[in-house]
């Protein structure tokens, strides 16, 4: 049985009588990496300096290694067993060697084991050979790197990822991104890491907790996000696509027929008829024909005309106008196939277990 | 008076090169006492703006205040006070200090203290946030904590150590009330230095002397200041090498 390292219950905090954090519950297990992700100003980075015990919450519980995180007596030994990193790479005026040597120098760790354990983790990171450079005058994703190697020396139970990547190019944040799964792997570190990229935690984290707001609103595995996102709001943050307010008229054995302004939508749902509910569906779960097909109480069809074409990396976002805009996610070599262009009437299916509908209420 | 200035100049350089004994006297009493009411001043300032900067108290921001107005006192208001505590009749007149170089380092230190307190704290206070919390997230002690962050603003203290010590040693208002300028003979060293002996042969006429010992006196501050610099860059240069 997984050993919970991490449990909030009712989390909150406030700045200036304003509420950042609202009832915040979730536990996390050893060898776990957690997902916080939510837009700037969500309440990730106050949280994760609440479970890294810098700040104390203004109400809730936390328990962290199997001990009150709030008593003062323990929250030092705790934080000891965790690290943090930040957004912005935290460098001191010293060589690489000091800077990843000072949670250890804290620690009063003997020279000889401070000298083993920061080569070895230059290694980890590599930038073996780098130990006596002046930390300052290293690149951005160097810098990063090497703050992640000090949190890292410690050898921390938790570690904790407050936007790790936010600051760097690509290429340093798929060196880091790539440090932390090995780090996972390798000492079967438990991570919190908050992002605001939906695509680095579907990367990374096993489950993810959505938060919006200073509210954790969903928390589930990335598929279940992506696919089916607990509020329209979590839905748009992860870039669903399609989004239509519409309204049940017939319900069946699970499956729900909704009208959304006159288009007529099939879909899997638990719902009585009359319910307001918001329907969506991902870009990539519509399927563009150029001949009609027939339609299934499986399938959605609709027929359009193509309202325009948005190259996106090796895609093409394409927009049909069939009543309502709906949006299309394509490879550029199946648009070409299709013969894709402007105007071009078209057919659209979309199955109806992809189609996931929210009750308004 | 150009040529008084020109010939007072070339006397000047005379009295330096032929190391005028009496010249020697109060440039190594000046160096003396400014070096020591400086290093004292440190040693006891820097705790205390750490002290000042790691606490919340109330009236901390009056006090933040109080010692940054500090930084304009009047010298001779320093004299003034200090005479008064220190003369026979006063509270301290027992320690019998008047008149002698130590009580000259006592007002010195009156001076330069609240500079580098002050200075201390504002450096202390531009460290980054972040920075701060890391540290903390280190698992720092809050006595590690303070020596990290002492250490990262270093240069900062540094320069406020150097800023102090010119004080010091340009100050005459102080010099002059506690010490009395008074000129030392054979072992007795005085407690004439640079300024207050400077003052005094302007005031008598003698140029010559007086230009020679200002010559000395700016010397003096660029050595000083080239030796801080000399020591900032080595540890630079150390925090390249050390590992």
Redesign the interface.
């Known amino acids: 049985m997984s050993e919970t390292v991490i449990k909030a219950e009712s989390l909150s905090k406030q700045y200036e009588g304003k509420d950042i954090l609202r009832n915040i519950s979730f536990s996390i297990d050893r060898g776990e990496i957690f997902g916080l992700i939510g837009p700037s100003g969500s309440g990730k980075s106050t949280l994760i300096?609440l479970l890294?015990l810098?700040e104390m919450p203004a109400g809730g519980t936390l328990s962290i290694l199997g001990k009150d995180a709030l008593a003062s007596h323990s929250r030092?030994d705790l934080?000891?067993r965790?690290?943090?990193l930040?957004q912005?790479p935290?460098i001191?005026?010293?060589?690489v060697?000091?800077n990843i040597a000072?949670?250890m120098k804290?620690?009063k760790k003997s020279n000889q084991d401070i000298k083993d354990s920061v080569h070895d983790v230059l290694g980890v990171i590599g930038l073996e050979g780098y130990?006596?450079r002046?930390a300052r005058t290293l690149s951005g994703g160097e810098a990063q790197r090497v703050?992640l190697a000090?949190?890292i020396v410690?050898r921390p139970e938790i570690l904790f990822l407050d936007e790790p990547t936010a600051n760097l190019d690509p290429h340093s944040t798929k060196k880091i991104e790539e440090l932390v799964l090995e780090i996972n792997r390798e000492y079967n570190t438990t991570i919190v890491l908050s992002t605001h990229d939906m695509l680095q935690g579907q990367k990374l984290a096993t489950r993810i907790g959505v938060i919006l707001d200073g509210k954790i609103l969903q928390i589930g595995t990335t598929n279940e996000i992506f696919h089916k996102p607990a509020t329209t709001n979590i839905a748009l943050f992860v870039g669903v696509e399609n989004v239509f307010p519409g309204t049940i008229t017939a319900s069946r054995n699970g499956e729900v027929t909704i009208d959304i302004q006159g288009m007529i939508v099939q879909a899997v749902a638990d719902l009585a008829e009359g319910y307001k509910v918001d329907v969506l569906f991902r870009a990539e779960d519509v399927t563009i024909h150029l001949e009609e097909i027939s339609k299934t109480s499986a399938r959605n069809i609709f027929r359009g005309k193509i309202k325009s074409l948005i190259p996106t990396g090796p895609f093409v976002n394409v927009i049909i106008d069939c009543g309502q805009d709906i949006n299309a996610l394509v490879t550029i070599s199946s648009a070409e196939e299709l013969g894709l262009s402007f105007g071009k009437p078209v057919w659209i299916s979309i199955k109806a277990t992809a189609v996931h509908v929210i009750s308004d209420s | 008076m150009v040529s008084e200035i020109i010939s007072g100049f070339l006397q000047a350089i005379n009295l330096i090169i032929t190391l005028n004994p009496e010249i020697l006297r109060i440039t190594l009493l000046s160096l003396e006492i400014s070096l020591s009411s400086t290093f004292l001043s440190a040693l006891l300032s820097i705790p205390l703006g750490s002290i000042i900067y790691y606490h919340e108290f109330f009236g901390k921001r009056f006090i933040i205040n109080m010692v940054q107005t500090l930084y304009a006192l009047p010298t001779v208001l320093a004299g003034l006070l200090l005479f008064l505590l220190l003369s026979n009749a006063g509270p301290l007149g027992f320690l019998g200090l008047l008149f002698t170089p130590q009580g000259m380092i006592l007002a010195q230190m009156i001076l330069v203290m609240p500079l580098i307190t002050g200075f201390t704290i504002s450096a202390l206070s531009g460290v980054d946030r972040d920075m701060k919390i890391i540290v903390t997230s280190l698992g720092a002690t809050k006595l590690q904590s303070i020596f990290t962050l002492i250490r990262e603003v270093r240069f900062a203290i540094l320069a406020a150590v150097i800023l102090g010590f010119g004080r010091a040693i340009s100050e005459v208002g102080a010099a002059m009330i506690i010490g009395g300028n008074i000129r030392g003979v054979f072992n007795y060293s005085g407690t004439r230095v640079l300024t207050t002996a400077i003052s005094l042969e302007t005031s008598q006429g003698d140029f010559a002397l007086a230009i020679a010992l200002g010559i000395i006196l700016l010397g003096v501050a660029v050595l000083v200041n080239f030796g801080l610099n000399l020591v900032q860059e080595g540890s630079v240069w150390k925090s390249y090498t050390s590992s």
């Open positions: 300096r890294d810098l030092f934080r000891n965790m690290a943090l930040n912005k935290v001191f005026s010293r060589s060697y000091d000072l949670g804290y620690r130990g006596n002046i703050a000090r949190s410690t």
